[in-house]
């Protein structure tokens, strides 16, 4: 059975740092991975999709990369900012016909002016 | 497109009281998805619809829940009768088929249910 896990649950940092998030996965049979922000109060929204044939996508000051055969995932965020405080939730996809997105618990992140 | 439109915004509900909740997703999006988000277990799965059928529901908790899509642009979700322990924020999503797309949530319906 799949089960994601997300280290740490939480995060602070001062604005300005670069930081890794990280995301761990038991099953290595995945179709892709995703990241997601989670502002308070509202839905998720889709930062980065991987395929399980990429290593990495960039978007911005994003950038995940997928380590399928070590079941790790890292999220990336160069020079942060305030706007970027928000949870970020990873989310893999197993190979097959299911469509269920098994998810993390989150890392709670604040960046501090 | 407007995005993934979900109805109430927030609830507050008695126990033992019928609660619906409401959802549009993306045109052309023919994955439907219904989600459950609460502090102790995260992102639940409730059900999922393809091209309007259910294709699994085994995240439903129980009985008293069930979930429609008479057609591609609308779903419920109700709870009936509803229990506190129900109190939650339920999120729809939506998607195409292909895995190399990205599912979209709706900002989620608050519940309440004292």
């Known amino acids: 059975k799949q089960e994601v896990t997300q280290i740490p649950a939480a995060l602070s940092v001062p604005e300005g740092e670069n930081l890794v998030l990280n995301c761990s996965f038991t099953d290595s049979a995945i179709y892709n991975l995703q990241w997601f922000r989670q502002d308070p109060g509202k839905g998720l929204t889709s930062l980065l999709l991987i395929q399980s044939s990429q290593r990495e996508q960039t978007s911005g000051r994003l950038n995940a990369s997928l380590d399928k055969s070590s079941g790790r995932s890292t999220l990336y965020i160069a020079a942060s900012q305030p706007g970027d405080s928000a949870t970020y939730l990873c989310?893999?996809?197993?190979?097959?016909?299911?469509?269920?997105?098994?998810w993390g618990l989150g890392t709670s992140l604040a960046v501090n002016p | 497109d407007a995005g993934v439109i979900q109805s109430p915004r927030h609830e507050v509900t008695e126990m033992g009281q019928e609660v619906t909740l409401r959802c549009k997703p993306i045109?052309?999006?023919?994955?439907l998805f219904w989600y459950r988000q609460t502090m102790m277990r995260g992102l639940e799965l409730l059900i999922y619809?393809?091209?309007?059928?259910?294709?699994?529901d085994s995240g439903m908790p129980e009985d008293r829940f069930s979930a429609k899509m008479p057609n591609a642009s609308f779903s419920t979700l109700k709870i009936q009768p509803s229990e506190p322990r129900d109190s939650a924020v339920y999120f729809c999503?939506?998607?195409?088929?292909?895995?190399?797309?990205?599912?979209?949530f709706g900002e989620g319906s608050w519940l309440t249910v004292v």
């Open positions: 989310a893999v996809l197993n190979a097959g016909n299911n469509r269920k997105l098994i």
């Open positions: 999503a939506s998607s195409l088929t292909t895995g190399r797309n990205t599912i979209y």
């Open positions: 045109s052309g999006h023919d994955y």
């Open positions: 619809f393809n091209n309007n059928v259910p294709i699994d």
